[in-house]
């Protein structure tokens, strides 16, 4: 038996999905949570912590990721959402989504994709997984034409680190650091700190 949890401010669409579930017969799931904001799992028990959460993003955001996670440390979500703008996506990866499905997908994938994420994989509906690959191929490309030492230095600053910091991590002098800073936006036609991050998250 998979336990499944649904948070969702839309309650029709929490009852369709719970129905179908329900008759997967292929599959045995138990719906154990059934919410429509992030505020209600104060009152549900840990012990009834799903293995899979469907998670609607409307409300928000990727913020509530953590917060399910801090409350139910053992559970996998898959954002199943409307939402499929590249920022939206992206953010919900980073902060621990193990799934992305838009609502358009049919039952039977929804379900395959609940016992895939379960069995420990991960599901994307395929226009997201475009975003993710992108992201994935655009980073690779940035970091290629970087030295070892660059890369440290991008990472530094991506973690919030100040020069001095990097500096210090890494065994070098501050004017070494704003060195190597200089030379990777050549490299990557950029001008700022700021634009350095944004191509990492774009």
């Known amino acids: 038996m998979i336990k499944v949890g ?9 009852s369709r999905i719970k129905s179908l579930l329900e008759l997967q017969h292929n599959q045995h799931f138990r719906v154990t949570l059934d919410v429509g904001t992030t505020d209600e799992l104060k009152t549900v028990k840990p012990a009834l912590g799903p293995d899979v959460i469907l ?77 993710v690959v992108k992201q994935i191929q655009q980073s690779l490309d940035y970091q290629a034409n970087l030295s070892r030492r660059e890369r440290q230095i991008v990472d530094g600053l991506r973690n919030g680190l100040s020069y001095k910091l990097i500096g210090y991590k890494y065994g070098i002098s501050l004017d070494t650091v704003r060195q190597y800073i200089k030379r990777t936006y050549k490299k990557l036609n950029i001008n700022s700190k700021g634009e350095l991050l944004a191509h990492y998250r774009s």
């Open 55 to 131: 998670l609607d993003i409307s409300c928000g955001g990727a913020a509530v990721i953590p917060y399910i996670y801090a409350r139910f440390p053992q559970t996998h979500i898959i954002v199943y959402s409307d939402i499929k703008d590249q920022e939206s996506v992206l953010e919900c990866v980073r902060v621990g989504a193990m799934g992305y499905l838009l609502k358009e997908t049919s039952i039977a994938d929804v379900a395959a994709s609940i016992v895939v994420t379960y069995e420990g994989g991960s599901v994307f509906s395929p226009s997201v997984s475009r975003l």
């Open 6 to 14: 649904l948070i969702d401010l839309n309650l029709q669409c929490r």
